[in-house]
């Protein structure tokens, strides 16, 4: 178990890669394009996720369920990211931070649909005031760079990014977390060269200016590496609800850093439109929330308890 400083400085790591990631994304792809961009991301990650793999001595699996596994891992990472990188021809880094945001949203649709998992009217509530934030964000203006088209490929991208995480967790591999990023990223770089047939004319031809390859080296090393190590940490060491959190902080920053770092503007309804969204995300989470304060004031109750009936 770690620490309770290194859980907080673990999670605010976390939360600071993902809030700066979207901004990374289009910043890698202002002089690289955009799916170039992507498959140079996985292309560069996979052999450091193999030295990793390789002194951290990690196990990797190459059994048919393994291989399934990692098939539903990419999903999240090719599989979800192509959508998002196309989409930064249309949205601002804030504005795809935020549609991630509705990725707990969307996978409890998915789940009460195709699982028939129960949702209370709280989150039924909170689905329907995020989709009304998200309706007047499309309504914002593309004079904005928030243009519907670019709205639709990040639904998308989210879809495929949560139909992963249920992939995995069907497939249940028994597998460590590193060997399955590993397995994961090796699956997107051979959908990467599959590519390659169509993005060829378009490989770089010169040395990209800074921002791009710095932006570039940040989401392999922060986003693909850093990120996932500091997600699977938490995971195994925080509740789901608190970690889900990271769901309603991470756009409202994403947005802040990119008004601030990158000039980005945000019309009225655009700004009243991820308001709304992240009510919306707040009304969701809220039972969950209780839930895990009632929880951890009783774990309290009972430790003050044993306390006193020990002395």
Avoid at 108 to 133: D, T, Y
Wanted: hydrophobic share 55%; with cysteine; proline share 3%.
């Amino acid at each position: 178990m770690l620490s309770k400083r290194n859980i907080v400085i673990t999670y605010v790591v976390l939360v600071f890669i993902w809030a700066t990631t979207p901004l990374a994304i289009v910043w890698s792809v202002s002089d690289i394009y955009i799916l170039w961009a992507m498959a140079l991301r996985f292309f560069i990650a996979l052999p450091i996720a193999a030295i990793l793999l390789f002194f951290l001595k990690v196990k990797f699996p190459t059994d048919k369920v393994a291989l399934q596994s990692y098939v539903a891992g990419s999903f999240s990472l090719i599989g979800s990211q192509i959508f998002t990188y196309i989409a930064t021809q249309y949205l601002s880094s804030g504005i795809i931070a935020l549609m991630f945001g509705l990725a707990p949203i969307i996978a409890g649709l998915m789940a009460h649909f195709a699982l028939n998992q129960h949702l209370n009217r709280l989150q039924w509530l909170g689905m329907f005031v995020a989709i009304s934030g998200l309706a007047l964000i499309c309504f914002a203006g593309s004079e904005q760079n928030i243009q519907p088209i670019g709205i639709g490929l990040m639904l998308i991208s989210v879809f495929m990014y949560c139909l992963s995480i249920f992939w995995v967790k069907k497939v249940n591999a028994n597998v460590q977390p590193m060997a399955q990023a590993t397995g994961s990223i090796l699956v997107s770089a051979l959908g990467a060269i599959c590519l390659m047939p169509w993005i060829w004319q378009y490989a770089p031809t010169h040395l990209p200016e800074a921002k791009s390859l710095l932006a570039l080296i940040y989401t392999v090393i922060m986003a693909s590496l850093i990120a996932m190590f500091c997600y699977f940490k938490l995971v195994r060491n925080i509740k789901a609800t608190t970690l889900s959190l990271t769901n309603v902080m991470t756009p409202l920053l994403a947005m802040l850093v990119g008004v601030l770092v990158n000039h980005e503007k945000l019309s009225m309804f655009g700004v009243i439109g991820a308001a709304i969204i992240l009510i919306g995300l707040f009304l969701y989470f809220y039972k969950d929330l209780q839930a895990s304060r009632r929880l951890q004031m009783h774990l309290k109750q009972q430790n003050s308890k044993q306390s006193f009936e020990n002395e």
